[in-house]
T-cell receptor
Framework: GDSVTQMEGPVTLSEEAFLTINCTYT??????PFWYVQYPGEGLQLLLK?????DKGSNKGFEATYRKETTSFHLEKGSVQVSDSAVYFC????????????FGEGTQLTVNP | DTGVSQNPRHKITKRGQNVTFRCDPI?????LYWYRQTLGQGPEFLTY????????KSRLLSDRFSAERPKGSFSTLEIQRTEQGDSAMYLC??????????????FGPGTRLTVT
């Protein structure tokens, strides 16, 4: 079946630092990758997505490019804020997983002022 | 659009008891999903419905688990004879499937189950 591997956390950064959270996957067919974010005390929110190879998803200053050749969808942000502190999940839909989402284990990000 | 709602938000039960959770999806969404999330892990798929039909079940969904979506709107997830290993956050999500749809899944706040 499909699997998603995320960069291990936790990650601690200072405000305005550059963020990268790595995500790679194994899947067959034509999977679609997503990033979800879970702020403290809140539910999962869709952060960004891509639908085809080389698509770049972006939202709230975050970006991720769907690289089919490296089966990756790394999350980046040029300048993090304290309010970005949350758990970030990489997820995959499709491939052998059909319409279900397959999630990575999540990466806890803490941004200090 | 009021989002996906789940009730109750927290449930504490004793081992061996039955529990039932409810999920109300976004009103026009025809697909509804259940996931389970344990501490420090990503959500794991349990089952999903398209309208009232249950189309897929994970092998994680043992015989003690049953889900229904009788009228294609809200759904219930029942766990019979709860075990301590059932303690987790149970998440519901919904999406719109069909031609031209994005199939994006929107999640509710979850029901946290603690089995003592």
């Amino acid at each position: 079946g499909d699997s998603v591997t995320q960069m291990e956390g936790p990650v601690t950064l200072s405000e305005e630092a550059f963020l990268t959270i790595n995500c790679t996957y194994t899947a067959t067919g034509y999977p679609s990758p997503f990033w979800y974010v879970q702020y403290p005390g809140e539910g999962l929110q869709l952060l960004l997505k891509a639908t085809k190879a080389d698509d770049k998803g972006s939202n709230k200053g975050f970006e991720a490019t769907y690289r089919k050749e490296t089966t990756s969808f790394h999350l980046e942000k040029g300048s993090v804020q304290v309010s970005d502190s949350a758990v970030y999940f990489c997820a995959l839909r499709g491939g052998t997983s059909g319409s279900r989402l397959t999630f990575g284990e999540g990466t806890q990000l803490t941004v200090n002022p | 659009d009021t989002g996906v709602s789940q009730n109750p938000r927290h449930k504490i039960t004793k081992r061996g008891q039955n529990v039932t959770f409810r999920c109300d999806p976004i009103s026009e969404h025809n697909r509804l999903y259940w996931y389970r999330q344990t501490l420090g892990q990503g959500p794991e798929f349990l089952t999903y419905f398209q309208n009232e039909a249950q189309l897929e079940k994970s092998r994680l969904l043992s015989d003690r688990f049953s889900a229904e979506r009788p009228k294609g709107s809200f759904s219930t997830l029942e766990i019979q004879r709860t075990e301590q290993g059932d303690s987790a956050m149970y998440l519901c999500a919904s999406s719109l499937a069909g031609r031209g749809s994005s199939y994006e899944q929107y999640f509710g706040p979850g029901t946290r189950l603690t089995v003592t």
